[in-house]
């Protein structure tokens, strides 16, 4: 198991992308979270296998339909044993 923190940049508010990205976390069987932050981008963490992992940073990179993502910073985590994918405020 592996854990990411990823803050994404670009139009990502205001687009549905913590419920999309909570969609796609169930779908790819990853736990974690997403939340805006009040700069404007979106964080999320990710824990999963390095597979799964992998395939929800290749998500986050393109986002849902309406956003337009510009960059991703990326920060390995220790792994918390943290079940499902919660949106935070």
Do not use: C, K
Request: no cysteine; net charge neutral.
């Amino acid at each position: 198991m592996i854990r990411r923190r990823v803050v994404v940049h670009g139009d990502v508010q205001g687009v549905g992308f913590r419920f999309s990205a909570r969609s796609a976390a169930e779908r790819l069987g990853v736990a974690g979270y997403a939340r805006n932050r009040a700069d404007g981008t979106v964080e999320v963490e990710v824990e999963g296998s390095e597979t799964q992992v992998q395939r929800m940073l290749d998500w986050l990179s393109e986002g849902p339909r309406h956003a337009h993502v510009t960059a991703l910073d990326i920060v390995e985590l220790s792994p918390t044993g943290q079940a499902g994918f919660d949106i935070r405020r």
